[in-house]
């Protein structure tokens, strides 16, 4: 039972374009924000972007005017639709949710991670 389930991942030429989802469980209960981060071989974990339940996203400069996160709380579910992507984009992309459980306890969530290859 993941609580986190992500879709969306792939083989893309550059420039192309891709959207990620992320779809979190309701036994999660309160969710505070979501967000994603990845991780290429050879280079430390970064964060891509996250959003708060009142919709404020932040970007990572490295994405920025490419990426863009959103989310729809009926759902659960935060998107991260990629374009203009780059060779450097390739990495495993981990979904991230920061909630409160029944027991108030604040915790991070993550998924299994999703594989983004930008390539020729």
């Known amino acids: 039972q993941a609580q986190l389930v992500e879709s969306g991942g792939g083989l893309v030429q550059p420039g192309g374009s891709l959207r990620l989802s992320c779809a979190a469980s309701?036994?999660?209960?309160?969710?505070?924000?979501m967000g994603w981060y990845r991780q290429a071989p050879g280079k430390q974990r970064e964060l891509v972007a996250s959003?708060?339940?009142?919709?404020?996203?932040d970007h990572a400069d490295s994405v920025k005017g490419r990426f863009t996160l959103s989310r729809d709380n009926a759902k659960n579910t935060v998107y991260l639709q990629m374009s203009s992507l780059k060779p450097e984009d390739t990495a495993v992309y981990y979904c991230?949710?920061?909630?409160?459980?029944?027991?108030?306890?604040?915790?991070?969530?993550w998924g299994q991670g999703t594989q983004v290859t930008v390539s020729l």
């Open positions: 991230n949710a920061r909630a409160s459980g029944r027991n108030g306890q604040v915790s991070d969530y």
């Open positions: 309701r036994s999660i209960f309160i969710i505070h924000t």
């Open positions: 959003i708060t339940t009142g919709g404020r996203a």
